[in-house]
C-alpha cells in the first residue's frame, strides 16, 4: 500500500494560519449570520487557524474577548447585527485592549460605518458576499 511520501505534493505549502512558531493564530467570529459565521470558520479552519469563539452580537463579543483576553489574535466583526452593533461593540473592545485586531465584515453599501470603524482602529474590512482568498488575504495582512 503507497502512503503519503510516495506521493510528493507539488503544491506543498505551510497553512496559512500558522505562527512562525508553529502555534496556529486564534480568531474569534462575532456574526448574527450563522452561514457567515461557519463559512468564515470553514475558510479559516481549513488554513490552519484557530477558531477559539463565536458570537452572535456585540454584547457577546465584546464579553467573549473579555474572557478570551489575551489569547485572541484577531476578531472578525459584522457591522450590522442586533443589541449592539459591530461599530459599537468595535470601539468596546479597542476601548478594552488598544492593539487588538479587529478586521469589520460589511454588506455592500456600508461605507461610511467601514470609514468610522477605520478611524476607531479596525485593521482592516471584508464585503459580503465572502471571497475566500480576499478574507484570508485581509486577516493575513492584518496579522502580518
Do not use: C, H, W
Not at 456574526?31 to 454584547?59: P, R, Y
Not at 454588506?107 to 478574507?135: C, E, F
Amino acid at each position: 500500500m503507497k502512503t503519503k511520501q510516495d506521493f510528493p505534493s507539488i503544491n506543498e505549502r505551510e497553512a496559512a494560519g500558522k505562527k512562525p512558531d508553529g502555534s496556529s493564530y486564534t480568531v474569534m467570529v462575532v456574526d448574527d449570520s450563522m452561514f457567515v459565521t461557519k463559512q468564515i470558520g470553514q475558510i479559516l479552519t481549513s488554513e490552519g487557524f484557530e477558531v477559539v469563539g463565536s458570537a452572535a452580537n456585540g454584547e457577546e463579543g465584546v464579553e467573549m474577548y473579555k474572557e478570551k483576553y489575551p489569547n485572541v489574535d484577531l476578531v472578525t466583526m459584522d457591522i450590522t447585527m442586533p443589541k449592539m452593533d459591530g461599530v459599537t461593540a468595535l470601539e468596546k473592545i479597542m476601548e478594552f485592549d488598544k492593539n487588538a485586531r479587529v478586521i469589520m465584515i460589511s454588506a455592500l453599501g456600508k461605507q461610511d460605518l467601514v470609514k468610522k470603524s477605520l478611524l476607531l482602529g479596525a485593521k482592516n474590512y471584508i464585503v459580503k458576499p465572502l471571497d475566500r482568498k480576499k478574507v484570508l488575504e485581509r486577516i493575513l495582512s492584518s496579522l502580518g
